[in-house]
C-alpha cells in the first residue's frame, strides 16, 4: 500500500536552520526561473518560441546544484515538469466534449513567490539523498550542495530532528521527500511517502456493503445493508470555508496594480485548505471504522458526472470542486478504506435525490432543504433517502429495517469525540422525536 509519513522537523542550531531557508529558497528560485522560460514559451512572449520543454533545464541545473545538490536540482525540475504535465492533461480534458470532469479552464503553474513578497520556502529531495532515523530521538538527514556548505562551514548532511511518530514506521522502501516551511504555525514540515506492506491491511469482518450519497450541505449521508445510518453535516464547514474566501477576495482588493499576492493571502489560501483537508481526513477514518465494525467490505460512491448533473447550481459548483474538491475526497476515501481491505466502487447514482422509495416517482418529489416529500405521502430526509435508494440499486442484499440515523457535526478536531461515546453533544440523533429521554442519551435536533 501507499501511504504518506507528514511530520515536523526541527534544525538542531540556528545555523542548521539558516542553511535549511537558504536550501528551501535556492529550490523555490529555480522552480520560479524554470516555470518562467516555460510560461513564456507557452504564452509565446518575449521572444521565447517553441515547446515549453525546450527550456534549458541543464543551464538552470548547473546554476543552482553547488547550493542544492546535483540530485535536488533536478528533482526540482523534474516536479515543475511533472506539473506542466499534469496541467496539459487537465487542459485536454476540458477540451474534451466528452468529459464533463473539469468544468473551469484549468491555469498553468504558478510560481513561488518573490523575493519583495517572500517566497513559498520548500524542496523536494531524491528518496537516495535523505534518510529517517525513527527512534527514541528521530533523526532526519538530507544532502546539501557544497557551496551552501561552505558557506556556513558545515560538514556531512543537514541533520533535521523529527518531532511526533510517525503513522507508518515500518514500510519496505521510501519515495522522494517534499520538505516546506508552514508559515501559519512557523513550522518545517516533511511528506515522506512510503510502501507498505500489505500485512498491514485489515481483513473485513463480514461482506456487508454501504452506499454515500456525497452532498452540498451535507457532506455524507450513508446508508449500509446493516440498517445503519450516519450523517455527516457540511454547513458550518461550509460557512467558515466562504468566510475565509471572502477575507481573500477583500485583500486581493487592495494589492497594488501589478501585484497578485501577498504573504497573507497566500497563508489564508493554506489555512483554508489545510482545515478542508483536516475535516476530510477526519471524516474518512471516522466513517470507514464505522463501516468496517458494521461488517462492509464494499462501498458505493457516486461518480462526479452525476452529482452536477442533478445538483448543479453556481453555489453548489463552488462547494463541489472549490470546497468540499469532490475529486480529491473520493481518493482520499479509497486511499483510507484500503487499509481497512474496503474496497470502493464508482456507480451511477443519478435521480436518486429525487427518486421516492415508496412509489419510484421522480418528477412528482419535492425537495426542500433537507426533506423531500412525495404525493403519495411519503416524507423524509433527502439525502439519507438518497443514499439508501443507491444502495438498493446496486445491492442484491437484502436492507435490513434502517435503525436511528446518527448525525454527525464538525468541532475543529473531531466528527463524533473522543472517545467514542454513545451520542455526545456532536453526535446526535436526526429525528428527535425517536430518542430515548431516560437522561443516558441527549435530545437531538432535527437536521
Known amino acids: 500500500m501507499k501511504r504518506t509519513n507528514t511530520f515536523a522537523v526541527r534544525p538542531l542550531s540556528d545555523t542548521g536552520e539558516q542553511l535549511l531557508r537558504d536550501l528551501l ?6 522552480w520560479n526561473e524554470i516555470n518562467y522560460q516555460r510560461l513564456m514559451r507557452y504564452n509565446d512572449e518575449d521572444g ?15 546554476k543552482y546544484k553547488g547550493v542544492l545538490g546535483a540530485s535536488t536540482a533536478q528533482q526540482v525540475i523534474r516536479k515543475n515538469s511533472e506539473a506542466w504535465r499534469g496541467f496539459f492533461r487537465l ?25 519583495d513578497d517572500g517566497r513559498q520556502l520548500q524542496t523536494v529531495i531524491r528518496n537516495t539523498s535523505y534518510t529517517v532515523d525513527w527512534g527514541e530521538r528521530s533523526r ?46 512557523c513550522t518545517f514540515r516533511a511528506s515522506q511517502p512510503v510502501i507498505v506492506s500489505d500485512d ?15 452532498g452540498a450541505n451535507n457532506l455524507v449521508a450513508c446508508t449500509t445493508t446493516t440498517g ?24 486581493q482588493s487592495k494589492l497594488e496594480d501589478g501585484q497578485y499576492s501577498s504573504k497573507r493571502i497566500r497563508r489564508l489560501y493554506r489555512k483554508r485548505t489545510r482545515r478542508r483537508d483536516h475535516a476530510q481526513e477526519a ?45 480529491k475526497f473520493t481518493e482520499r476515501l479509497a486511499c483510507t478504506a484500503e487499509e481497512f481491505g474496503i474496497s470502493v466502487e ?3 447514482e443519478a435521480w436518486t435525490s429525487q427518486e421516492c422509495p415508496q412509489c419510484g416517482s421522480t418528477d412528482r418529489t419535492t425537495r426542500h432543504r433537507d426533506t423531500l416529500t412525495c404525493p403519495c405521502g411519503f416524507e423524509g430526509h433527502a439525502d439519507l433517502t438518497a443514499s439508501e435508494t443507491f444502495l438498493d440499486r446496486h445491492t442484491e442484499q437484502e436492507v435490513r429495517p434502517m435503525a436511528r440515523p446518527v448525525r454527525f457535526e464538525w468541532d475543529d478536531h473531531n466528527w463524533s469525540g473522543i472517545p467514542h461515546p454513545q451520542e455526545s453533544p456532536k453526535e446526535q440523533r436526526t429525528d428527535p422525536s425517536t430518542v430515548q429521554r431516560d437522561g443516558n442519551i441527549a435530545s437531538g435536533e432535527s437536521v
Open 283 to 327: 471524516l474518512c477514518r471516522d466513517l470507514l471504522k464505522r463501516l468496517y465494525e458494521d461488517g462492509v467490505n464494499t462501498v458505493y460512491i457516486g461518480g462526479l458526472t452525476d452529482v452536477l448533473e442533478t445538483h448543479w447550481s453556481v453555489e453548489t459548483n463552488a462547494k463541489t470542486h472549490n470546497f468540499w474538491s469532490f475529486r
Open 140 to 185: 532526519l538527514e538530507i544532502l546539501v550542495g557544497s557551496d551552501l556548505k561552505d558557506r556556513y562551514d558545515y560538514t556531512g548532511r543537514l541533520r533535521l530532528e523529527i518531532a511526533g511518530d510517525p503513522n507508518w514506521p515500518d514500510y519496505e522502501s521510501q519515495g522522494r521527500l517534499d520538505l516546506w516551511y508552514d508559515e501559519t504555525n
Open 200 to 214: 498491514a491491511r485489515a481483513t473485513p469482518l463480514a461482506s456487508e456493503e454501504a452506499a454515500l450519497d456525497i
Open 346 to 348: 464508482v456507480r451511477s
Open 48 to 62: 521565447f518560441k517553441g515547446d515549453v520543454w525546450d527550456a534549458d533545464t541543464g543551464q538552470l541545473e548547473g
Open 228 to 251: 445503519d445510518q450516519y450523517l455527516y453535516e457540511g454547513r458550518g464547514l461550509f460557512q467558515r470555508f466562504r468566510e475565509t474566501t471572502r477575507e481573500i477576495a477583500r485583500l
Open 91 to 115: 487542459k485536454e480534458q476540458y477540451h474534451d466534449g466528452s468529459n464533463t470532469s473539469i468544468t473551469e479552464h484549468p491555469e498553468p503553474p504558478g510560481f513561488r513567490g518573490n523575493d
Open 25 to 30: 529558497d535556492a529550490s523555490a528560485a529555480l
